[in-house]
């Protein structure tokens, strides 16, 4: 069976949403997940209104994609109203895709819903039959999700842009954001950008030191 991660989401208070708003943050999903699927080449599907799923045949960009669909989702929402959701991320082998993402099966799955449902205080968790490997990333999870969860409209429109960019630079957020490259910089900062890098990409160490030969192969 085939090593994947599946990342299981649902949307924050989304019972809550009348149906404008509602209609709103499903359309801001919607583009988040497509843009999602172009980028990482994953298959993806929201099903039961407020709830998704993605499989990523590389795991080493679980993160990443599940960071980006937030920061999405916070930077399209307005003073008085947040927009944010809850990933379970699941490391593991999976059956052979059905033709629906949601019907589909497997270790990668099971933990990602269980993850999922797990979650209560905190919006991101990441799930691995690997033990060692779940403690090691599970506290500085917890501190990375306390930060994305408090990034104002501003810095999550900032940092979603940023990570976006073909050849990211203060400068060239700032002709983005059509700011000043001071202010680019300063919401930058204030989102703890850097810190946030290197938490991406201490999860990619991980996963190539818990799942990867020096070949490159992932491991069964």
């Not at 990441?126 to 990333?137: G, M």
């Not at 002709?175 to 680019?184: D, G, P, T, Y």
């Amino acid at each position: 069976m085939q090593q994947v991660a599946v990342l299981t989401g649902d949307l924050v208070g989304s019972s809550e949403l009348n149906s404008q708003d509602f209609a709103k943050i499903l359309q801001r999903l919607s583009a988040s997940l497509a843009l999602a699927s172009e980028r990482y080449q994953c298959r993806y599907e929201i099903f039961r209104g407020d709830a998704f799923q993605l499989v990523l045949n590389d795991p080493r960009q679980a993160l990443e994609c599940a960071l980006a669909i937030r920061l999405d989702l916070k930077a399209s929402g307005d003073k008085s109203l947040a927009f944010d959701a809850r990933i379970g991320i699941g490391i593991g082998e999976i059956d052979p895709l059905a033709e629906f993402v949601s019907r589909s099966n497997g270790e990668a799955f099971i933990l990602s819903g269980r993850g999922l449902d797990s979650l209560k205080r905190h919006f991101l968790g990441i799930f691995s039959h690997d033990s060692q490997f779940t403690q090691r990333i599970g506290l500085l999870t917890k501190f990375a999700d306390h930060q994305v969860q408090e990034l104002t409209i501003k810095q999550a429109q900032a940092l979603s842009i940023y990570w976006r960019l073909a050849e990211p630079s203060h400068a060239a957020l700032a002709k983005q954001l059509n700011s000043s490259r001071v202010n680019a910089t300063k919401l930058l900062n204030q989102s703890q950008y850097q810190l946030l890098e290197e938490y991406k990409l201490f999860f990619i160490q991980l996963m190539e030191e818990f799942y990867y030969g020096n070949t490159g192969a992932i491991r069964s």
